[in-house]
């Protein structure tokens, strides 16, 4: 599954011209965010217009500069991440136009008012084919060795026959996605009853059914670990070149591609760190283990689990963090986006416990009663002053 999106898709678009895979690739980078289909409908509509082709050079350059420079760092064939640095780069390119003739009317922090995240996501098969979970709830997928049950905001796979003897023709593996977008979460039961809560903005990839001597999944993003122990068959997440290997822990694993750490939060159990033929290094709980992906190297330190985890239990947990920091968080819950007026304003540090599940404008209060920071808004944009 690839989920990247490249300039020259949405141009064969608009002139009839994608293959079926190019169709594919379309609707997962659509489906994967609201902002991927807010931008679609203004160039739809900019084309329409015939307004579009004078932009066409500059945006169609800054794609191949983007993707030259992505592809040096990363080597992860179904990264979301190229789609958000497309957005920004060739967006700049409609954005004078699209608001040239509209004013921007801020309004006060009492009128602003966006819902929290929801459980929703979208699974991917192998083969191409997606189901909406939010909107298949109570759906049973069958095939011959695996029953998927979409319950509950709850995504469970189970083996038709646990008890069922290894053949000696060995099992192909075939891999699930699960891509949940901005403003989303969801949950997920793999074959072995590891269980996995989904954060925002994240992907999942992952056999349908455990074979061979590893339990292998590929993350990008956030998701909370809870992995049924298998002293004989470690649990091995991939996260770029990144490496967890797990024999039985609770744990914690945040990896945004946009972001220079992998941290990895251990509650309980064994879990170890390294890179792709590298050492191991070994984390206890009540630890954390950052690796820094520009220059590889590990730190470990030993922290507040609560401030990593608080999230999968309906929580914000602040402690002393800047508020660029804290609107990156409330920014792919809230699915909105936030501004700076300075550089000053970033540096902000505040600590609080908050619910997660309340409208962000209860949050935006709290901070506002330091008397440090303001508050407006303008469609999904928030403005700090």
Not at 209 to 231: P, Q, W, Y
Request: hydrophobic share 35%.
């Amino acid at each position: 599954m690839n989920s990247k999106i490249d300039y020259h898709i949405l141009w064969k678009y608009f002139h009839s011209d994608l293959s079926e895979q190019d169709q594919q690739e379309l609707d997962v980078w659509l489906k994967s965010s609201s902002k991927h289909r807010a931008y679609f409908e203004n160039v739809k509509k900019k084309y329409s217009e015939n307004n579009l082709v004078q932009y066409n050079p500059d945006m169609e350059t800054a794609w191949r500069n983007i993707n030259r420079s992505i592809n040096k760092k990363r080597n992860i064939r179904w990264q979301i991440s190229v789609a958000a640095g497309f957005l920004v780069i060739a967006g700049l390119a409609l954005f004078f136009v699209l608001n040239q003739s509209r004013q921007i009317q801020p309004v006060p922090i009492s009128d602003i008012s966006f819902d929290p995240g929801i459980s929703k996501a979208t699974l991917v098969f192998e083969n191409g084919s997606q189901v909406e979970l939010e909107a298949q709830t109570d759906t049973v997928i069958s095939n011959d060795e695996v029953l998927i049950n979409n319950s509950n905001n709850v995504l469970n796979y189970q083996t038709k026959d646990k008890d069922q003897k290894i053949t000696k023709k060995p099992k192909e593996i075939r891999y699930n996605t699960l891509i949940v977008p901005r403003g989303g979460e969801y949950d997920l039961v793999l074959t072995d009853g590891t269980t996995v809560k989904i954060n925002s903005e994240s992907i999942l990839r992952y056999p349908v059914e455990f074979t061979g001597n590893s339990r292998n999944v590929e993350l990008i993003g956030e998701a909370f670990f809870k992995v049924k122990s298998d002293a004989a068959k470690p649990f091995i997440i991939s996260t770029g070149k990144h490496l967890t290997k797990v024999y039985g822990t609770t744990f914690n694993i945040k990896s945004y591609p946009e972001e220079n750490e992998t941290c990895t939060t251990l509650i309980e159990g064994h879990v170890t760190n390294s890179v792709v033929g590298g050492a191991e290094h070994e984390l206890i709980p009540g630890h954390q283990s950052v690796f820094r992906k520009d220059n590889e190297v590990f730190e470990t330190k030993k922290v507040n689990v609560n401030e990593f985890t608080s999230w999968s239990e309906g929580r914000f947990y602040f402690r002393n963090m800047s508020l660029e920091e804290m609107t990156k968080i409330l920014a792919r819950w809230y699915d909105v986006e936030f501004q700076f007026n300075n550089d000053e304003t970033r540096e902000i540090k505040f600590s609080g416990n908050l619910k997660r599940y309340e409208n962000i404008q209860t949050i935006l209060v709290k901070l506002s009663k330091t008397n440090e920071i303001t508050f407006s808004a303008y469609e999904n944009t928030i403005f700090l002053n």
